[in-house]
């Protein structure tokens, strides 16, 4: 299995010399994407819609459990990067530290399938950037196709799992909008509001 992750890896970032043209795409899918989540994110925070919130903050307890399964992940099962071990085309420098799984591409999808679960039409642009990240951080040298599938299996799963918690669980539903209650009580202090969003 894990020969074939490599000779998956060395197909595609092979693609680094054949298809040079697309580099540096691939560059900013691998480096920068990821900061295009993180502020639609704050951007669906503060339309200051009740549902848009819920879905954010369902993304980011997310986020926190996948983060944290990640990190565990990373001391059971550490493998060097592919920079490291194999002969491959690295256009993005990076430590070289443990590779599996990719947290990019765990970020990426922890948000993407959260907001599908919402907003199903703009989730599938979400998932289709998210699966871009994931094909740039092989493309550019940093991580095998085995570390971004993991990172986006757990940020999926994750994903899921937390939306039934609370929607499924009346307590956590309950907790969840009692945070956000509290948030928005001191934030019209100092940014009032004429009349309460509710979609």
Known sequence: MEHMDELLFLWINS???RLAFLNPFMV???KYAVLF???GAVVYWFTRARADRRMISEALVSALLGFTASWILGQLVYRDRPFVTLDAIQLVSHEANASFPS???LGAFVIAMTIWQFRR???W???LSASGIALGRVWTGVHYPGDVLAGALIGILISV???RLFTRISLASSLLELGIYWYERMETKIWPRAG???R
């Open 15 to 17: 693609g680094a010399q």
């Open 28 to 30: 900013f899918l691998s």
């Open 37 to 39: 989540f993180m502020i």
């Open 103 to 105: 947290n990019h591409a």
């Open 121 to 123: 039409r703009a989730g």
């Open 125 to 127: 642009v979400w998932l």
């Open 161 to 163: 799992l937390v939306h």
């Open 196 to 198: 309460y969003r509710n």
